[in-house]
C-alpha cells in the first residue's frame, strides 16, 4: 500500500511540474495597470553612498545579453505602476494641471517659519522648515553668485518629469525672508565637523553668507515632504529583495531604460540612486511601496551649487580613454566640448543644443538601466517627448520665474532644439508606425516620422492567429497601399495579425516589419511586435 501511495504523489508531482497551458493573448490583454501595490511588510531604511554608487557601477560589467523589457504589456507600453503613471503619453493635459504638475498645495503659508532641522557644512546650505499649518518642507538656496539657478531649474524640471509619468516631490518656488524665521530647541545642526549640536541664530548667519539676498529676501525652492515612510532610495540595478512588489529586475524596466532620453533632453546628469527615494505608504504590514525620483538641481545647465562643468552631459567622471587619448597627445587631441561657448546668463548655468547629441550623452556615471537601453525603449519615451509642444515647452519654462526674459527665452529655445535632435535620431532607429486602431473595416495608424523621412506606401499581410499554438496562417495575396490605413478584409478568427513594412523608406532604419495584432471581439489592437 505504501508503494502504491508513493506512486501516486510521484505522479503528482510529475503532473505539477508539466508547462501550464499558454495563451499569446489574454481576455485582460493589453494590460494598463500593474497591480505593484499588494500588502507587504516594510523594507528596512537604507542609505545610499554617491562615491559607492559610482565605483560599483564604473566597474560593473553587465554580461547579461540585452532582452526586451521586462514589464511591458503587448502593446509594448509600460502600464501604470507605483513607478510610473501614464499622463502626457496618454491624454493632453488641461493648461491649469499642465503648470501645477505635482503640486496639490500653494507652497509654504506666509507667516513664521520654524526650523526643525539643518545643515551647514559645505557648500550646499538648507534647512527643514514647518510652516504656519504646520506642513513640512525642505529647503534649497541657490549659488550666491548665480541667484535663481538651482531654484528655477528644480520646478521647471520636476513638472517635466512630472508628466513624463514619475513619482516626484511637489517643489515650489518661495521667497524667504530672514525675519520669518524661528529655531525649535529640538532642531539639531550637523556641523561643518560633522558634529551634531542644537542649532543657534549664529548658524543662520552662516548659512545666509552662503546664499544671494535682495532686498532682504531669498529665492528657496520649497520641497514638501514626501508622504509615508521614507525609507531610502532605489537602484538602477537589481531588485528591493524586502519588497515583495518589486519583481522586475529595475535594469529591465521600460520606464527606467527609457529614461535615458529623457535625461538626455533636460541633461540630467545625476540620474543616481542618491536622487532617488523609496516611501512606504498605509500602516506597517499593510502597506505598499512607492519609487520616486527626487533632487532635480542638477539640470539643464546647473549643478546645483554651481554651473556645469564642461564635461557634464558629454563625459563620465571617470572615463579612461578620452583622459589618456589627451594626456598622450599632449592636448592636441583635447575633447571638443572644452571650447563649446555658453551665453552668459547666471541663471541658467552650462546647457547648450548645437554640440548635443542625444545618442552619446552621458550621465555622470554609467546607468545599469541606460546602458540596457534598446531602440525600443528609446521608441516609447520620444513618443512621450513628441507630446511636448513649443507650447508646453515655454509654458513649463515659464513656471520656473526667471527675472531676466533672454534667460527664459534662451532655456526654452535649447530645450526645443534639443527635443528636436532627439525625435529625429531615434525615430530612425525603426520605423515609427504607432497609434494603430481599427477602425470599422480599416486598421489605420500613423507614420510619427513623416516630417523627417518619406515612403512610398506600406506593404501588408495579414495572417489568422491561433491564439493557443501562437500559429499564424496567412489569408490572401499581400498588398501595398500608400496611406496609412488597411484594409480588414479576414472574414473570419478571433485573432488577426497584420504585418507592415514602408516600401521605398528614405531612411534606412525604417526598413523592418511591425506585427500588429487585433482581436475581432470589440474591434481592438491587442498587441504591437516591433522587428
Keep these: 500500500m505504501l508503494k502504491i501511495k508513493t506512486g501516486f504523489a510521484a505522479f503528482l508531482v510529475f503532473l505539477l511540474t508539466l508547462p501550464v497551458f499558454a495563451l499569446k493573448f489574454y481576455p485582460d490583454d493589453p494590460i494598463q495597470k500593474d497591480n505593484d501595490q499588494k500588502p507587504s511588510p516594510e523594507p528596512i531604511n537604507r542609505k545610499a553612498s554617491y562615491v559607492n554608487d559610482l565605483i560599483k557601477n564604473t566597474r560593473y560589467k553587465d554580461k547579461n545579453p540585452k532582452t526586451a523589457a521586462a514589464n511591458i504589456n503587448t502593446l509594448g507600453e509600460v502600464p501604470d505602476s507605483s513607478w510610473f503613471i501614464n499622463r502626457i503619453g496618454v491624454r493632453d ?9 505635482p503640486n496639490q498645495v500653494k507652497g509654504p503659508e506666509p507667516g513664521t517659519w520654524t526650523i526643525i532641522q539643518a545643515k551647514s557644512q559645505g557648500i550646499s546650505p538648507g534647512f527643514t522648515i514647518q510652516d504656519s499649518k504646520g506642513e513640512v518642507y525642505f529647503l534649497k538656496f541657490d549659488p550666491k553668485d548665480h541667484p535663481q539657478l538651482a531654484t528655477s531649474t528644480e520646478v521647471i524640471v520636476s513638472k517635466f518629469f512630472h508628466h513624463f509619468g514619475y513619482n516626484v516631490p511637489e517643489n515650489y518656488i518661495a521667497l524667504l525672508h530672514t525675519d520669518q524665521l524661528q529655531i525649535s530647541p529640538e532642531a539639531i545642526i550637523t556641523d561643518e565637523n560633522g558634529l551634531h549640536r542644537p542649532m543657534k541664530k549664529s548658524d543662520l548667519r552662516v548659512i545666509f553668507r552662503k546664499v544671494p539676498i535682495m532686498d532682504g529676501a531669498v529665492q528657496v525652492i520649497a520641497s514638501r515632504r514626501i508622504p509615508g515612510e521614507l525609507i531610502g532610495p532605489f537602484k538602477f540595478k537589481g531588485t528591493r529583495g524586502d519588497d515583495a512588489n518589486d519583481i522586475f529586475m529595475h535594469e529591465d524596466r521600460r520606464e527606467l531604460r527609457g529614461m535615458r532620453v529623457f535625461c538626455a533632453w533636460l541633461n ?12 512606504y505608504l498605509g500602516d506597517a504590514g499593510s502597506g505598499y511601496v512607492k519609487h520616486f525620483l527626487i533632487d532635480f538641481g542638477s539640470t539643464l545647465g546647473s549643478d546645483s551649487v554651481r554651473p556645469n562643468d564642461l564635461r557634464s552631459g558629454n563625459e563620465y567622471e571617470v572615463e579612461w580613454g578620452p583622459i589618456f587619448k589627451s594626456a598622450f597627445s599632449l592636448g592636441f587631441l583635447d575633447r571638443k566640448w572644452r571650447s563649446i561657448h555658453y551665453p552668459e546668463y547666471p541663471a541658467v548655468g552650462r546647457f547648450e543644443s548645437q554640440h548635443f547629441q542625444p545618442e552619446t550623452w552621458k550621465p555622470d556615471y554609467p546607468n545599469p538601466a541606460f546602458n540596457r537601453m534598446l531602440p525600443e525603449d528609446a521608441f516609447w519615451a520620444t513618443k512621450i517627448v513628441m507630446r511636448f509642444t513649443d507650447e508646453i515647452v515655454a509654458s513649463l519654462v515659464k513656471t520656473g520665474q526667471y527675472e531676466n526674459p533672454g534667460a527664459e527665452d534662451y532655456v526654452t529655445r535649447t530645450l526645443i532644439e534639443r527635443r528636436n535632435k532627439i525625435v529625429n535620431y531615434y525615430l530612425t532607429l525603426l520605423p515609427p508606425l504607432d497609434n494603430f486602431r ?31 499554438s501562437e500559429k499564424l496562417e496567412p489569408t490572401g495575396e499581400g498588398a501595398t497601399v500608400t496611406n496609412p490605413s488597411i484594409p480588414v478584409t479576414v472574414p473570419d478568427g478571433d485573432y488577426l495579425m497584420a504585418r507592415i513594412e514602408p516600401v521605398g523608406a528614405s531612411i534606412p532604419g525604417w526598413n523592418k516589419k511591425v506585427d500588429v495584432y487585433l482581436r475581432r471581439n470589440g474591434k481592438m489592437v491587442v498587441g504591437i511586435e516591433r522587428q
Design 93 to 101: 493635459i488641461p493648461r491649469d494641471e499642465l503648470l501645477r504638475g
Design 268 to 279: 540630467h546628469e545625476e540620474a543616481t540612486a542618491i536622487n532617488t527615494l523609496d516611501s
Design 438 to 468: 481599427w477602425n470599422a473595416d480599416s486598421l489605420e495608424f500613423k507614420n510619427l516620422g513623416s516630417n523627417i523621412g518619406t515612403v512610398n506606401g506600406y506593404r501588408y499581410q495579414w495572417f489568422r492567429l491561433n491564439n493557443g
